[in-house]
């Protein structure tokens, strides 16, 4: 049920927050969401959180991985890679990080 709720979301959603903090491949949830918006964000409406605690080789092999099945990476992920926005441990919300964008 997830997924297709996910993908609904994403769809008519203008700006998507990936909270990528404590990160890693075990959180599946999380892994399919950044695998996903790998393969459809062809706008850039995504912005990924990260912190000390994110395992950057998970998201490296999950980028990996996005690429390397079909229909592979984005456009835009494909043009300008993948850039995370570090924040420290106990920044507070996800939003609220956006915000100070």
């Not at 969401?33 to 912005?47: A, H, P, T, V």
């Amino acid at each position: 049920m997830w997924p297709r709720v996910f993908d609904c979301l994403f769809e008519k959603c203008n700006r998507a927050i990936i909270d990528l903090r404590g990160f890693e491949k075990s959180r599946v949830g999380s892994a399919f969401e950044l695998f996903s918006i790998l393969q459809r964000d062809n706008q850039g409406k995504s912005l990924f959180l990260a912190d000390e605690d994110t395992n950057l080789d998970d998201i490296r092999g999950i980028f990996e991985s996005a690429a390397a099945s079909k229909p592979g990476l984005s456009s835009h992920f494909a043009d300008h890679g993948l850039e995370l926005r570090r924040v420290g441990r106990g920044t507070g919300s996800a939003a609220a990080v956006a915000a100070q964008r």
